[in-house]
């Protein structure tokens, strides 16, 4: 298998396919191959800016704003909760003014009315 006689081609002896220059990859090998320093200024910075947008879609917001959110977001619900319940007591409440004003015009108007109101007078 390991056969001494056998020495592997080297590097420059192993002829390497060069891509065609009016492909779109050729032209930006040819440019890396080019610009070798631009090429690697150029990835650091595309990959800086990968770094910054993902940390920030990635991190969680500060502790103060999740708590402001999530005593908003109980205080909407609870609003929700309680909004037919207010407006039944509403309802009622309505009814029970409109009750005491009957009650109060028919006293008014009976022989015990006019008795007593000169106390209220």
Known sequence: MND???IPPTDEEV???QPLPHTPIGQIEGMIRRHPVIAALAT??????VGIVARELLTPPPPRRRALQLLEDIQHRLAEFAEPAHDRASHLADEGVSAVKRG???VSSSKWGSR???LFS
């Open 4 to 6: 001494p006689s056998v």
């Open 104 to 106: 109060l015009n028919s």
């Open 15 to 17: 002829p390497v396919p």
């Open 44 to 49: 650091i910075g595309v990959g800086c800016a």
């Open 116 to 118: 007593f109101s000169h």
